[in-house]
């Protein structure tokens, strides 16, 4: 039997045991899988181990994802999570290549997958508040958030979900150093319901804006007066 002669639920099950590529290869053999690779029933899981990953076409979108993880380890995480005026010039080109990745593809998993319950982010420096807060109001439905070494994740993201997280039962906020001890006070007070969960991210140093050297003798005789 060829494998066309099946069914579409036997292709689907043969599917689902493929990574994200060998679907893709699969898909482009014929028509006929390429359709079922263009199924949405196949795709309610998307994990991503690499940020190189979300800019591949060998994934679909929809409103039937349930559950996504984006868990980057590289040399290239200790570069992001560091501070921004701390950075080097050469570590700001490294950073400034993928800065946007994954908070533009946040943005379209916000129009597209309103039904997300799981969303699990690690290693991802640069994804922003904003991004996380519009991620809360986009999928109602979401229960589960963590966050794990996010360097930009602040007390606007705890604001967020005790704003916007109505169906959220557990949070993580791990290694998430400009999250407080204030903020995570705060947010369990608004949500006593809540797992919440932050290890280390209230002890660790936070970012410090650096701030201008006070001016010397030679300095001030040239600021007006």
Do not use: Y
């Not at 069914?7 to 893709?24: G, I, P, T, V």
């Not at 898909?27 to 899988?33: H, R, W």
């Not at 903020?183 to 007070?189: N, T, V």
């Amino acid at each position: 039997m060829h494998i066309t002669q099946l069914n579409r639920e036997c292709l689907l099950h043969l599917f689902s045991f493929l990574d994200k590529d060998s679907r893709k290869n699969l898909a482009s053999t014929c028509p006929q899988l390429r359709a079922v690779f263009e199924d949405p029933a196949l795709w309610p899981l998307l994990h991503f181990r690499s940020l190189t990953e979300l800019k591949k076409d060998n994934f679909l979108l929809s409103p039937v994802l349930r559950s996504l993880s984006i868990c980057w380890h590289s040399s290239r995480v200790q570069v992001c999570s560091v501070e921004d005026w701390l950075k080097s010039a050469f570590q700001r080109t490294i950073c400034s290549r993928h800065e946007s990745l994954v908070s533009d593809f946040l943005l379209q998993v916000c129009d597209r997958c309103p039904n997300l319950a799981s969303v699990t982010l690690s290693g991802c420096g640069h994804v922003t508040d904003d991004c996380l807060a519009r991620l809360l109001r986009c999928c109602p439905r979401l229960r589960t958030l963590r966050l794990e070494n996010c360097a930009r994740v602040t007390n606007r993201t705890l604001a967020a979900v005790a704003a916007h997280g109505r169906a959220l039962q557990t949070l993580h906020v791990d290694f998430c150093r400009n999250v407080s001890a204030a903020g995570l006070r705060r947010l369990r007070a608004a949500c006593p319901r809540l797992a919440l969960r932050a290890e280390h991210s209230a002890t660790m140093i936070p970012d410090q804006p650096r701030c201008p050297p006070a001016p010397g003798p030679a300095l001030r005789t040239l600021l007006p007066r």
